[in-house]
């Protein structure tokens, strides 16, 4: 079994294989980024007939009115204000909103900015741009978030420009060291590996863990909210041996959904805590369902950035966060997840990156919890 130590040496070691890009190797990005986000934002309040000359002040309550956000999307305008302070566009002065900062490029001018300097992520922020145009009526009501992300009925859009774009963060990296870890403490063992994935959508961390682990697989259980998604994964793996699929909202109790407590060696789940209402029930749930001596591996995004908020945030379910460790973003950073684990007395958890430079860095991270 793997101690600390272990697991620290194997992160090194992968770390150094991977050699992750960030978007601050590209020099100049992340600003532009930034200012391609203020930029749209303005533009919206622009559209939707607010004055957003420098030194005009508005209410919260009456840029709500005037923008028409129903209010499953009021914390997705808190965001908005959030960055453009952020970003020294507005200032808040006594419950009044100033606009200061607002002479900042067109997004069609940052845009072709982006193609010039950065032409391999220019397909991702174009993307960001067309979704943008359709702010005021999704934030409305009026149109379903899935008609834009989904134009074509399906993900195949947002597949495309992911493949199109390059890699960077630490994700690979985490989803790769949670593989590792599972089979160096698998390797020489007799015991049975009953494993449940939780949240497994389009199957990336399955696709990681199936080859390595199919050797010792006693069973291997994918799951999702959706039936959809569920149907898919079947389509996919069904082939693989002892491997079963089912729908599980880990939200809700588990026992209520048709499952046996502690009834699982392993539970996987790659960034589906924090899309919960309540990251502390959902880890319950999770810890409910894994026998004494069992593990959980949840991996999760740890950096906001704006850009992901502004395309995924047009889902009101990204916004539906109702817990004391959020507040204008629903992902938790490094200290957060220890903080939620100190809460919640869990004894035995290691949280990586471990090493302080890396967690400077990273934009993931892995909870990992004996039971």
């Known amino acids: 079994m793997l101690n600390q130590k272990d697991i620290e040496r194997l992160e090194l070691e992968l770390y150094l294989a991977f050699k992750p890009k960030?978007?601050?190797d590209f020099a100049g990005l992340r600003e532009t980024a930034n200012q391609l986000c203020s930029s749209i934002i303005l533009r919206f309040f622009h559209d939707a007939g607010i004055d957003t000359r420098a030194n005009f002040s508005i209410d919260r309550h009456k840029l709500v009115e005037k923008l028409s956000i129903i209010s499953s999307y009021h914390r997705l305008l808190d965001f908005f204000l959030v960055h453009l302070l952020n970003q020294n566009v507005i200032t808040v002065e006594e419950e009044k909103i100033v606009f200061k900062n607002t002479?900042?490029?067109?997004?069609?001018?940052?845009?072709?900015?982006?193609?010039?300097l950065y032409p391999k992520f220019s397909q991702f922020f174009s993307f960001l741009e067309r979704c943008s145009l359709d702010y005021l009526l999704v934030f409305s009501g009026v149109k379903q978030?899935?008609?834009?992300?989904f134009p074509t009925g399906d993900s195949s859009v947002l597949e495309r420009i992911y493949q199109n774009t390059p890699k960077i963060g630490t994700e690979d990296l985490y989803l790769n060291l949670v593989k590792d870890i599972t089979v160096k403490n698998l390797s020489g063992r007799?015991?049975?590996?009953?494993?449940i994935e939780v949240g497994g959508g389009q199957g990336i961390l399955t696709r990681i863990l199936l080859p390595s682990i199919s050797q010792y697989l006693g069973s291997y259980t994918f799951t999702d909210i959706s039936?959809?998604?569920?149907?898919d994964a079947k389509e996919v793996f069904g082939s693989s041996k002892n491997i079963y699929f089912k729908t599980l909202d880990i939200s809700k109790d588990p026992q209520e959904q048709g499952y046996n407590k502690k009834s699982y060696s392993h539970l996987y789940a790659f960034n589906v805590i924090h899309a919960t209402e309540n990251v502390k029930i959902s880890l319950e749930h999770c810890i409910s369902l894994v026998k004494k001596g069992g593990w959980i591996f949840l991996v999760e995004t740890t950096r906001q950035q704006p850009w992901i908020?502004?395309?995924y945030?047009?889902?009101?379910?990204w916004w539906h966060f109702n817990d004391q460790y959020r507040s204008y973003s629903p992902l938790l950073e490094v200290s957060q997840w220890?903080?939620?684990l100190q809460d919640m007395g869990v004894e035995k958890s290691i949280v990586m990156p471990i090493q302080r430079d890396l967690v400077e860095n990273t934009d993931t991270c892995i909870i990992a919890i004996k039971l």
């Open 338 to 340: 220890k903080k939620l």
């Open 145 to 149: 978030a899935t008609e834009v992300l």
């Open 22 to 24: 960030t978007i601050d």
């Open 227 to 231: 039936q959809g998604l569920v149907n």
């Open 309 to 311: 908020d502004m395309i």
């Open 190 to 195: 007799n015991e049975v590996f009953e494993a």
């Open 313 to 317: 945030g047009l889902f009101t379910s």
């Open 103 to 116: 002479h900042l490029l067109s997004p069609n001018h940052i845009l072709k900015k982006i193609s010039d």
